[in-house]
């Protein structure tokens, strides 16, 4: 067999249809209006879309990102806000990084902001927030040994600790505040919902934790991704039912594809690498629809149409976190130096 040939003739039958899925995914550049570094990402529809970064910087657009409206919340000029989740153009919850842990609450477009949790307990590190309705939960990395919860059943008004049943941490392992989106629920409603947590550094794993509270020493998964290094581990989870996918690597080497994406198509029990996998460390994924996925990182965007087996690029700029409007078909990427991204998704 004449494997060049071979080789060749399925460049001519495969690079069309590849070429053609690129063309669908088309990122265009957003004039944010200001070079601040955004990791916290939320669109509660098309047209309205929040970021938040740091120096204490929070925007907003009401017309699809044409415009943005900037707040520096007074009082956090010198911390991070690695976190927002919008509710609708008027509210929104932001995280406030290391100590003292603090999240706040706007009900008027980001004018006003009220401090509606603090822990001041040393070492207290917030890393991302996740929502399903006004339900929602707070992860950060261990305090005494243990991963700090807290959960919220009134929109981010109140938050209640998890207390006693904080997941137990290994030595060197912890959560990355990356994209905001480590932290995913994945099944149920209130009274069977899991929250899935993935970590990284020394020990890479995750971590499923019941919204009552209860007992989970049985409900942690060691994940075969790359690890044993501070900057290396898992970053991101989404899921689409029982399909689950994991992204990330080790961000010090952003061209580094190995061990950075991981499949489930069973809910967690068990978990395959792709074939083609993303083209480097990835900070966030996000299911499109059930097949379609989107994922993220230092060096480019990826999308892979067969529920995460095959990747392919379709941008090399970089970007921390992507989602897509809860209500809508724009996806938004957010990055470093103030940059915002925007794509029409195109199933077809």
């Known amino acids: 067999m004449n494997l060049s040939k071979t080789y060749a003739f399925l460049a001519v039958i495969l690079l069309p249809a590849l070429v053609k899925s690129q063309q669908k995914y088309t990122v265009s550049l957003l004039d944010s209006g200001r070079s601040v570094s955004l990791r916290g990402l939320s669109a509660p529809s098309d047209a309205v879309v929040w970021v938040s970064g740091n120096h204490g ?109 904080m997941p137990e941490a290994e030595n060197g392992e912890a959560c990355f505040a990356s994209s905001g989106t480590n932290l995913h629920p994945l099944k149920g409603n209130l009274r069977t919902t899991f929250l899935g947590m993935v970590t990284g550094g020394l020990s890479s794993r995750l971590h499923l934790i019941p919204f009552d509270g209860t007992k989970m020493a049985e409900l942690t998964t060691r994940l075969p991704m790359l690890q044993g290094k501070e900057s290396t581990g898992a970053n991101s989870l989404t899921a689409w039912k029982q399909k689950w996918l994991i992204v990330g690597g080790d961000f010090t080497q952003p061209e580094n594809m190995e061990g950075n994406c991981l499949i489930s198509t069973n809910g967690g029990k068990n978990w395959q690498k792709p074939g083609t996998p993303p083209n480097g460390y990835r900070s966030c994924v996000l299911y499109l629809d059930k097949n379609r996925a989107i994922t993220c990182g230092l060096n480019g965007i990826d999308v892979s149409e067969d529920e995460g087996f095959h990747w392919f690029s379709i941008s090399t700029r970089g970007f921390h976190v992507v989602q897509k409007a809860k209500m809508g078909n724009i996806v938004y990427f957010a990055g470093a130096k103030g940059q915002i991204g925007k794509m029409l998704d195109i199933k077809n």
Do not use: C
């Open 57 to 165: 910087n929070v925007a907003r657009s009401v017309d699809g990102g044409q415009h943005f409206e900037w707040f520096q919340v007074a009082g956090f000029e010198e911390r991070d806000f690695r976190d927002i989740e919008a509710f609708d153009a008027d509210t929104a919850v932001i995280m406030a990084i290391a100590e003292p842990a603090q999240i706040l609450r706007t009900t008027d477009g980001g004018k006003h902001w009220k401090i509606v949790f603090t822990d001041s307990t040393k070492g207290m590190f917030l890393d991302a927030m996740s929502f399903w309705g006004k339900y929602g939960t707070v992860v950060g990395d261990p305090v005494n040994g243990r991963f700090f919860i807290a959960h919220t059943t009134d929109g981010g008004l109140t938050w209640n600790p998890m207390h006693p049943y």
